[in-house]
């Protein structure tokens, strides 16, 4: 019976998306901007004894131990045979690891996964097993065969079904598993169709729990939203232990993945790939893919040292200046920030006299690259100079600098590992900004402290 001292406990409610915590129904979380993600908890009993309700101690799974006690050689990284791909996740694939990898449609994680679990199967004496929701098994084997990814070892479902799938985890006993995707399988303890978040969270669940308990490596393959972002509930990312983004433009061979988040190593690592007719291929020295043929130097092109993740990668900047016809110029970009261009267009009018007002300019990158970090602004400017000018910078000129509104050329992080890259791989002379530390002995670097004097050294080096 109830008494004036206790009180009917009060639902609780919660995002279902990042977990929020509201006193009432809410039609959008107030935290995340989800709309019809909030719904009721069960509410926590109270009770009116100080003191009462607490919860009992209970025995541990197993005792706690000094943590240098710990054995750590049954969690060592294995190689998933993708040096790329190891790379990125740290040295490899850990045992009970569960990573998780989004991408576009069609970007080529399908590809890419298929390979992985052949150089699996291929070099390990348990099998990989390669789930796949969105396909047949027939497809699945013709792209196998197309990619040479055919293995005795390399097994294959085409399941939908959560129970399916853990019935043929039981029956393969995989050292690995792969399933595509997770956003098409359907736990059927949880309410509503496939790819919702109720679904997708109990799926995500499950497959974790069980890697935890056999200690199977798990890769999820993840859609993505128009913005970019991972499908479903933002507790997704919290459950797994790997986060990759797989990208790539469509007219580009080249594909990148990048580390969003990892437990077992750092997330700024990037992996760069190559996607061809007969698979994908990675490649440890891209830097080829971003630059032309430098035999014959054209005006309106610099060369710039980029860093992706700790990777330094050799970009070129190209630009066109043209005599416009209408009353307002046009300016086209492409594989480059479009503001900060518009910022480095002003800058090069206001402080390097250089007039840009009357003319059409037409920006981007060589290879498909996306280039959006400020170390390339002093490059942009000077693409843009050399072409207004009809001037070629040197083919063994590498420039490197963030260019600032007083048109100061400000230091950049990491310049001796950028011009060891560039010196690597022919680069004999740097424009760079001042006190920029030691740099290689092969490359004579200028050191230019503001816009106006990197545009003086760009007309001694072309009179050169």
């Not at 009060?10 to 977990?19: D, L, Q």
């Not at 099998?127 to 929701?133: D, F």
């Not at 920030?337 to 990158?365: K, N, P, Q, W, Y």
């Amino acid at each position: 019976m109830a008494t004036k001292n206790t009180r009917a406990p009060r639902p609780r409610h919660r995002c279902a998306e990042c977990g929020h915590e509201v006193a009432k129904w809410l039609g959008r979380c107030p935290e995340c901007q989800a709309w019809g993600s909030i719904g009721e908890m069960p509410a926590a009993r109270t009770s009116g004894v100080s003191g009462a309700g607490r919860l009992a101690a209970g025995a541990p799974s197993t005792p706690a131990r000094p943590i240098v006690e710990v054995d750590i050689e049954s969690s060592r990284a294995r190689p998933s045979g993708v040096p790329e791909l190891d790379r990125v996740l740290g040295g490899g694939l850990v045992p009970g690891a569960v990573v998780l990898l989004a991408g576009e449609p069609g970007v080529g994680k399908s590809t890419l996964l298929l390979e992985v679990a052949h150089q699996w199967a291929a070099s390990s004496d348990e099998p990989a097993l390669y789930v796949t929701g969105e396909e047949s098994a027939g497809q699945v084997r013709l792209r196998a065969e197309r990619t040479g990814s055919l293995h005795q070892r390399l097994y294959l479902g085409a399941e939908s079904d959560l129970s399916a799938v853990l019935g043929h985890v039981d029956a393969v006993r995989p050292g690995l598993l792969i399933v595509d995707s997770v956003q098409t399988m359907q736990s059927p303890e949880a309410d509503g169709g496939p790819g919702g978040m109720t679904q997708v969270r109990a799926v995500t669940v499950a497959l974790t729990a069980m890697a935890k308990e056999r200690g199977v490596p798990v890769v999820l393959v993840g859609h993505v939203t128009k913005d970019g972002s991972v499908a479903g509930p933002r507790v997704l990312e919290h459950l797994v232990d790997v986060v990759l983004h797989f990208e790539g433009d469509r007219h580009s061979t080249l594909r990148m993945i990048r580390g969003v988040k990892n437990r077992f190593g750092a997330a700024d690592e990037v992996g760069c790939f190559e996607l061809r007719d007969d698979g994908i291929v990675g490649l440890p020295d891209p830097s080829g893919l971003f630059l032309s043929d430098r035999e014959v130097t054209v005006p309106g092109t610099a060369v710039t040292v980029v860093v992706e993740g700790k990777r330094p990668l050799l970009a070129e900047v190209q630009a066109l200046v043209a005599a416009s016809t209408l009353a307002t110029p046009r300016r086209a970009v492409s594989g480059l920030d479009s503001a900060r261009v518009s910022m480095i267009l002003a800058v090069l009018e206001r402080r390097g006299r250089v007039r840009l007002g009357d003319a059409d300019v037409f920006t981007a990158t060589v290879g498909g690259m996306k280039v959006t970090e400020p170390a390339a602004d002093l490059a942009l400017a000077l693409a843009v100079a050399s072409a207004k000018a009809d001037v070629a910078l040197p083919s063994d000129l590498v420039v490197l600098g963030e260019v600032g509104l007083a048109g100061e050329v400000r230091r950049v992080t990491g310049l001796g590992r950028r011009l060891a890259e560039a010196g690597r791989l022919g680069f004999r002379r740097a424009l760079v900004p001042p006190d920029s530390g030691r740099v290689p002995e092969d490359v004579v670097v200028t050191e230019v402290p503001h816009l106006g004097a990197a545009l003086a050294a760009l007309r001694d080096l072309a009179q050169s």
